[in-house]
């Protein structure tokens, strides 16, 4: 099935809420790598909208001591996916959301500039719902329909020893299963 897509790449068929923390790609740079994360706000809780506001840079500081911490940064993702399934997109896909931070994968730098990012509501101490996998599965299915995909890594492979998600209890060999032609994480493909 096709994936409905807009200018820029907001994909129809999932929410839209506009981050203003993104920038253009590089000239001739295609997107190519798949980079997932796992984020709970506070950190090991879910629901609410405190993700959304941290990607719209609307976060309020005085609701909780983590938040303080936090609310100044300006970071996004394309995607973030609920522990329900429901997916809010913040950032087109043609354009660069800032979700890598300091990266690299398979030696080449800045993966912000030729990745997407996708947030799983999560923790590195919890397993991912069935709803988010199977909407991750759509997501990684549609994208590959738009852009050249090669890749999907986690933050941890692309940020070794600074990130630590999706961490271990993502399924990586459900992932490996669904798309054996991808380069993934060398732990993954061994």
Same mark, same amino acid.
């Given at each position: 099935?096709?994936?409905?897509?807009?200018? %820029?790449?907001?994909?129809?068929?999932?929410?839209?809420?506009?981050?203003?923390?993104?920038?253009? #790609?590089?000239?001739?740079?295609?997107?190519?790598?798949?980079?997932?994360? %796992?984020?709970?706000?506070? *950190?090991?809780?879910?629901?609410?909208?405190?993700?959304?506001?941290?990607?719209? %840079? #609307?976060?309020?500081?005085?609701?909780?001591?983590?938040?303080?911490?936090?609310?100044?940064?300006?970071?996004?993702?394309?995607?973030?996916?609920? =522990?329900? !399934? =429901?997916?809010?997109?913040?950032?087109?896909?043609?354009?660069?959301?800032?979700?890598?931070?300091?990266?690299?994968?398979? !030696? =080449?730098?800045?993966? %912000?500039?030729?990745?997407?990012?996708?947030?799983?509501?999560?923790?590195?101490?919890?397993?991912?719902?069935? $709803?988010? &996998?199977?909407?991750?599965?759509?997501?990684?299915?549609?994208? #590959?329909?738009? &852009?050249?995909?090669?890749?999907?890594?986690?933050?941890?492979?692309?940020?070794?020893?600074?990130?630590?998600?999706?961490? *271990?209890?993502?399924?990586?060999?459900?992932?490996?299963?669904?798309?054996?032609?991808?380069?993934? *994480?060398?732990?993954?493909? $061994?």
């Amino acid at each position: 099935m096709s994936a409905a897509w807009a200018e %820029n790449g907001w994909l129809l068929t999932v929410d839209r809420k506009i981050s203003p923390n993104f920038g253009e #790609r590089p000239a001739g740079v295609e997107v190519s790598l798949v980079v997932v994360h %796992n984020i709970s706000l506070p *950190p090991g809780e879910f629901g609410g909208d405190w993700v959304e506001d941290f990607f719209l %840079n #609307r976060l309020d500081a005085t609701v909780h001591p983590y938040f303080s911490e936090i609310s100044g940064l300006q970071v996004s993702a394309h995607f973030y996916v609920r =522990r329900d !399934g =429901r997916v809010v997109q913040f950032v087109g896909c043609d354009q660069r959301a800032w979700h890598a931070g300091q990266s690299t994968w398979c !030696g =080449r730098g800045n993966c %912000n500039d030729y990745s997407v990012g996708i947030e799983l509501e999560g923790c590195d101490e919890q397993p991912f719902t069935a $709803a988010q &996998y199977a909407a991750l599965w759509h997501l990684v299915d549609a994208l #590959r329909q738009r &852009y050249p995909i090669t890749a999907i890594a986690g933050h941890s492979d692309i940020a070794p020893g600074r990130k630590s998600d999706p961490g *271990p209890h993502f399924d990586w060999p459900a992932l490996a299963a669904r798309y054996p032609d991808l380069d993934l *994480p060398p732990e993954v493909a $061994a």
